[in-house]
């Protein structure tokens, strides 16, 4: 099973950005979709992005549209999750999942492999 640990996380002000990275080892990250899921304090864990094990095909959640990209270096074993124009709403803690299949899922439950999670804070 590969095991996935997030990085890149931090404290911004609002209209800046971050980019998160989601690392693998143990296997290689290419035989995997990848997920970016968050969780606010006293939230429910939410879907933000996902890509495809080709990258190929990604998609993003309707509250971080046009702010949010997920990428992939297969290369480098890493998924990327770029951040801009943050906002206070998207502080949370943000993980990163992978599966074992082509396409990825906006359901966190299908996902077998988490990270721990890395703090993203977003001030006013």
């Known amino acids: 099973q590969v095991q996935v640990v997030e990085s890149g996380g931090g404290l911004v002000q609002a209209g800046g950005s971050l980019r998160l990275s989601c690392a693998a080892s143990?296997?290689?990250?290419?035989?995997?979709?990848v997920g970016w899921f968050r969780q606010a304090p006293g939230k429910e864990r939410e879907f933000v992005a996902a890509i495809s094990r080709s990258g190929g095909g990604t998609s993003v959640s309707d509250s971080v549209k046009g702010r949010f990209t997920v990428s992939r270096d297969n290369a480098k074993n890493t998924v990327y999750l770029q951040m801009s124009n943050l906002k206070p709403e998207d502080t949370a803690v943000y993980y990163c999942a992978a599966r074992q299949t082509q396409l990825p899922s906006m359901i966190f439950t299908s996902y077998n492999s988490w990270g721990q999670g890395t703090q993203v804070t977003v001030s006013s």
């Open positions: 143990g296997r290689t990250l290419s035989s995997y979709a």
